[in-house]
């Protein structure tokens, strides 16, 4: 059973940082683009970041992230990272986990991905 596991969530500051974790099992996250996505109440699920398979050195951000957010991994542990920094309020979300295997065009699309994690919550107030 495909399972990814968030975690790392919570509530910080204004310009503060936060480290994301996702566990996968089920899967080899090395066969898989691996890809962070957002939800705040009322809106759709919006990209974060991804990183593909076939070129791990190659990683994708949205321009709202880009410069801040890092995304890592730890291939013998079967785990991906989203390293935040200087957050927002405009960052405050649901963070999920995601794996798939989309082709470059569609990595940023959410139907690109196949499993899910149940995502993890990130608020950003003073």
């Known amino acids: 059973q495909v399972q990814l596991v968030e975690s790392g969530g919570g509530l910080v500051q204004p310009g503060g940082s936060l480290r994301l974790s996702c566990a996968a099992s089920?899967?080899?996250?090395?066969?898989?683009?691996m890809g962070w996505f957002r939800q705040a109440p009322g809106k759709e699920r919006e990209f974060v970041g991804a990183n593909r398979r076939s070129d791990g050195t190659r990683v994708h951000y949205a321009d709202s992230v880009k410069g801040r957010f890092t995304i890592s991994r730890d291939i013998a542990n079967n785990a991906v990272y989203l390293e935040m920094n200087k957050l927002t309020p405009e960052d405050t979300a649901l963070y999920y986990c995601?794996?798939?295997?989309?082709?470059?065009?569609?990595?940023?699309?959410?139907?690109?991905?196949?499993?899910w994690g149940q995502g993890t919550q990130v608020t950003v107030s003073s």
């Open positions: 089920g899967l080899t996250s090395s066969l898989h683009t």
């Open positions: 995601a794996a798939g295997q989309p082709i470059l065009s569609a990595v940023r699309s959410v139907t690109s991905y196949r499993y």
